[in-house]
């Protein structure tokens, strides 16, 4: 691998998608694991991409993704490819992934929405959270 300072997010993202690959290549191959995927997808969009504005020009999550998915595949070449633990599985996963997607776009949009609001749900539970300073007012 790469020095992690150098690497764009998308490839990272890339090295992700390989370990969950690796890791789940002995299991059935079924809608479970097309959807955990996609939730890895959501996920690191949302860490990654969704405060910056990146891959958000959509009022449509699916889209959203789909740019994501894009960007992602963009970055692989014939080098990092080679890499890759699962360099020809990664390829077939990617390509069902969107077939995934596109059985059936309600479904998927509803596990975002899902997603996102745990997501918002955090980061709202994270900024309410009242630490006292140390050296405040005291008490009359």
């Not at 960007?71 to 699962?86: D, H, I, P, R």
């Not at 596109?102 to 539970?125: G, N, T």
Request: net charge positive; glycine share 4%.
């Amino acid at each position: 691998m790469k020095n992690d300072h150098a690497q764009d997010q998308e490839e990272k993202f890339l090295w992700v998608i390989d370990k969950y690959i690796t890791r789940h290549c002995h299991s059935p191959i079924d809608n479970d694991f097309y959807r955990k995927f996609y939730a890895l997808f959501v996920g690191y969009h949302l860490k990654y991409f969704y405060a910056q504005e990146k891959y958000c020009n959509s009022c449509f999550h699916v889209d959203n993704i789909m740019q994501m998915f894009s960007g992602v595949v963009s970055y692989l070449n014939g080098n990092l490819l080679s890499q890759f633990a699962n360099g020809n599985t990664l390829l077939q996963s990617l390509n069902s992934l969107v077939n995934y997607i596109s059985q059936d776009v309600a479904r998927a949009e509803r596990v975002y929405a899902d997603l996102l609001a745990q997501y918002e749900k955090k980061r709202i539970a994270g900024s309410m959270t009242y630490t006292p300073r140390p050296g405040g007012r005291k008490r009359l």
